[in-house]
């Protein structure tokens, strides 16, 4: 049999187009993915962790057994060892790598591996809490808006410890009903701020300014408040066109459209006939209903 690799290695689709993993991460699991060719890429030969895994990734000691633990925490690989630094890289099924990966958890990645802007500062931390199950499980067990902020949060480059701080805060907020604290809505006004509006309001660190606002309890501007959108009709609250009898009448939320625009720098560009979230002025929809009148 050669010793040589073949030319081309078969990788997840859905992964080559998941545009929010970081490129770090992406390499070591390509990298490690074409090395079990051998065994059609099930499994990795026995691989010596200093000799053999290191010069394979090209990646420092401590950033490989980072990125060995994410990527377990992402479901796209396992390892087994003998005690003395050899490790067997696996892979899930072909048939179950859809179902496997999950996109939303590689999503979360995103705050461990720094931004450009925040590498030097957070390089020796923001790998220091591994993912664990136990971890992954308490974050799947809270409430849905816990869990809507730590995904806002993860997504705009926050420690996750932080994350699950401000989460936990803002769901208190929700429960003691004070309008003046802020609420979900003002996650995203913040992010809409900090990040799509940045230059306009000299933020240098958007991720920094963000968490301390949040954390101080402050509501984000009304001008940067978001309007919740109805699922059906997809206008705003205000605007919604949806019968209250109806039996499929929608219900008001965020959409994923918003935590896009959010983290998306603001074009000085962009069409004076949408507001700040995208949303037409003349007929209060996400997208534009216009030409259906």
């Not at 099930?42 to 895994?53: D, G, I, K, V």
């Not at 496997?100 to 802007?117: A, G």
């Not at 008001?252 to 459209?257: F, G, K, S």
Request: net charge negative.
């Amino acid at each position: 049999m050669s010793e040589l690799p073949p030319l081309i290695t078969p990788i997840l689709t859905a992964l080559i187009f998941d545009q929010t993993m970081p490129a770090a991460l992406f390499r070591s699991y390509v990298r490690l993915y074409a090395a079990a060719w051998q065994n059609a890429y099930r499994h990795t030969a026995q691989l010596h962790f200093e000799s053999q895994l290191l010069p394979l990734l090209g990646v420092s000691r401590s950033q490989a057994r980072q990125h060995l633990r994410l990527l377990r925490f992402a479901k796209l690989l396992t390892w087994t060892s003998d005690g003395a630094q050899n490790y067997v890289i696996h892979f899930p099924a072909p048939e179950s790598e859809k179902a496997e990966y999950d996109v939303v958890r590689v999503n979360t990645l995103n705050n461990l591996i720094p931004s450009t802007t925040q590498q030097t500062h957070t390089a020796k931390t923001a790998f220091a809490r591994e993912a664990t199950p136990d971890h992954e499980k308490s974050a799947a067990l809270a409430p849905p808006p816990c869990q809507t902020t730590l995904t806002y949060l993860c997504r705009a480059g926050v420690w996750y410890e932080v994350a699950e701080r401000i989460a936990a805060q803002i769901a208190q907020n929700r429960q003691r009903g004070h309008h003046y604290l802020p609420d979900i809505e003002d996650v995203l006004g913040w992010m809409l701020y900090c990040f799509a509006y940045r230059e306009e309001n000299h933020i240098s660190q958007p991720a920094a300014v963000l968490a301390a606002n949040l954390k101080a309890n402050r509501r984000c501007p009304e001008e940067y408040r978001p309007p919740r959108i109805c699922t059906r009709c997809q206008r705003i609250e205000e605007y919604c066109v949806c019968e209250e009898d109806d039996e499929d009448e929608g219900t008001y939320t965020y959409p994923e459209a918003l935590l896009e625009l959010a983290l998306k720098p603001h074009s000085p560009f962009a069409t004076y006939l949408r507001d700040r979230w995208g949303i037409c002025m003349s007929c209060h929809a996400l997208v534009c209903q216009c030409w259906e009148r």
